[in-house]
């Protein structure tokens, strides 16, 4: 019976696609479905050769992760999280044998450092450094990993083992996005001002990277000027960009400028980031679909959770914080989420649902990791003052002394 | 060497992101599983695979330009079936539910459009209880996969998620609901006892003495004796939270007992039992016998209320597996129900035990007359009798 409703609804209705909640069958065979990956897209019609060279050459370990990097780049730039485990499948045989071949360990590590599996990725690259203790990429991924999780001291000897290479424009921009969030962001800046002429000659991938970098480093700065104006040569360089999107959009938000954010990221609503910045930009214009779409969004958590993917708890624990004023879960996701990473989205999550939960002493670990890290990003800093001012209010006694 | 590795380095930037961006979730499939109604040996299945998912495994946008029509998914039908189906395999009980396509249709999610394939599985026999499900879609191609079941029977819904390291699940389609078993065994208990005057006069009959002291044994049953009003509240209270606990201790054992199949005894004797147990509590009120230990009468003829429990529960037929769970809550909810009654009573009881209506009017008139009814119970019940007008306190 909901089947022919179903049917009814769109043969009434068109556009059908639009938030259906049950199976239906298109009126029009012409009706596009779904996008997909399109052979006028280089990447794409690469895919096909790189799958003919892996097929042809069973036993060559480069043709498989030549392939399976070649999907983890599309998947990072459309950020479709299918290519990581299609990846994954390439290069599965040869993490089976042992010892695996480190090139398919590096791509793995990748890959679990993707899917924010943080433990097991460091795991993985501490064993490819006691095999090779100078492979230059494995140390720039165990750097990513240990800036995500907070520990900047590795990080920094991480990125310190790639000045080996004589191109300093890795380990510059590695530094760089350290120095950034340890309270150095103006040596920052001036280090990647001075690197960007030498970008300039890389492909759009490091000069989009360089110039993410310096948006952060002018945020953290204080300049929003600056700041914007890096956000956009990022963009420019790789439009689209998820990464960039959600990053871009959360600084409009900050600004108080939703209705920028909105027009931002309105034409990738597909995309789970960009649509949770569109609900957020709603919910600060009054617009009156917002109830709607917030509704839309707590689905699309569920949808991952039913599947047991956590990786976007910092995510989840705003979207509940802010949108749907729940202010103890929003803590307990971001606690759990600060058991992961802790960066300085992380820092701020935290903090906030903290605060928002009347349970300062829970943002204590985001205090100490601040004292430690010296990071200068006006948001944070105000926040946690906020923090201290609430503890000190709550138990004027214990004033520096340390919470169990 | 070193300009070599450099390179390397620039090749795979994607490390390099802090916190990758993912524009929506990996692959899953979602199968959903319902009981046919009009054929038990039939589920009726619905399976949703990512149109992304299958272009990726087996192309479905022939003319490749990037998007996919219902056309071009229509035109891949049985290659997406022939393709998809293996995938999915449904048995139980030592037999295979084979699965078989019977519509095409698309639904949307989250994060795209689904080509959903309605199928049915059809059993040997009755769909099993025990459903086991083995999922081994886009293995090969995607390791991060999963399948999203959902086995909707029975007004329960039961679900599992599948993927390569734990392909196969076994749900238990026919599980009742213990809890709301439970509770409903409670609401039978209580309403036993609210529905049982033989019960009921029996808790009444050990009651009545609690606010009083005797003092003086009378010597005929008609003399009255010497009864004196206690001082405290609580020592009475206590004493009467003995008698209770004695009752429940000991029809506890022999409902289980006779539940279980340990104990059968006729029913004429059981009730016959419960009428003399009455006519003997509240002849003690009259005659007492039993003075102090009041909780050791309740005790002993707890044994026989509890076959007479049992009885309430033999015709509900209980599945084995539910018995736990039933008698415990059958329990729960005549304890429920004796201390609903007792706790009001003895208060009232109290408030009034000084006066002479309570030991004359309450206590002696009362247990004469509860003497009476229960006579004629055990006339009635030993001798199978219909005493007219007695039909209004013969218990359910």
Known sequence: MHRLLALAGCLVALPCLANQDFPFVPSRDDMVLQTVPSITDARVR???????????????????VKLSEAYLDYGRDTGDARYLGRAEAVIAPWLARLPPPIPAVLVHATILQSRHDFTEARLQLRGILARDPDNAQAWLTLATVEQVQGDVGPARQACARLLDSSDPLIPGGCLASLDAVTGHAINAAHLLAVLWPQAKAENVAVQSWIQGIQADTADYLGDAAGAERHFRTALQLTPGDNFLLAEYGDFLLDQKRP??????????????????????????????????????????????????????RREEAGFVLFLEHDPQRALQLAEQNWTVQRAPQDMRVLLQAALAAGKPQAAEPVLEQLASTHLQWPIVVNLADKVHAQLAKQSPASLGQKHP | MRRARALLVLASLVALLPVTAWAHKESDAYVDLRLDPANPNRLLGQFDIALRDLDFAIGVDSNHDGAITWGEVKAHREAIERYVLPGLTIQGDGLTCPITPQGQMIDEHSDGAYDVILFQALCDKEVPDKLTIVYHLFQQVDPYHRGIINVYARGQTSGAVLGPQNPSTTLDINRPDRWRQFKSFVIDGIWHIWTGPDHLLFILSLLLPSVL????????????????????????????????SGFTVSHSVTLSLSVLGFIDLPSRLVESG????????????????????????????????????????????????????????????????????????????????????????VLRVGSWLIVLVAALWLIQRAFDLLIPGLGFLTPS
């Open chain 1, 46 to 64: 690469a895919f096909a050769a790189l799958r003919n060279d892996w097929s042809r050459h069973p036993q060559d370990v480069l043709d498989a």
């Open chain 1, 259 to 312: 209705q920028a954010a909105l027009e931002l990221v309105r034409d990738y609503s597909q995309s789970d980031t960009s649509f949770l910045r569109q609900v957020y930009a709603e919910a600060a214009l009054g617009a009156p679909q917002t109830a709607a779409d917030t509704a839309e969004m707590a689905r699309r958590f569920a949808a991952l959770e039913v599947r047991g993917t956590y990786a976007y």
């Open chain 2, 213 to 244: 002291i005797c003092r003086r044994r009378p010597r005929t049953p008609f003399d009255g004796g010497d009864w004196q009003p206690v001082e405290r509240f609580w020592p009475a209270a206590l004493e009467l939270v003995k008698v209770i």
């Open chain 2, 274 to 361: 419960i009428a003399l147990s009455v006519i003997v509590a509240a002849f003690n009120n009259i005659y007492p016998i039993v003075t102090r230990r009041a909780w050791l009468v309740a005790f002993a003829f707890g044994f026989i209320h509890g076959l007479g429990f049992a009885s309430a529960l033999a015709g509900l037929r209980l599945p084995a597996a539910a018995m736990a769970v039933s008698l415990g809550g059958f329990n729960v909810g005549v304890e429920i129900g004796q201390e609903s009654v007792v706790m009001p009573l003895i208060m009232l009881a109290f408030a009034v035990r000084q006066t002479a209506f309570y030991r004359i009017g």
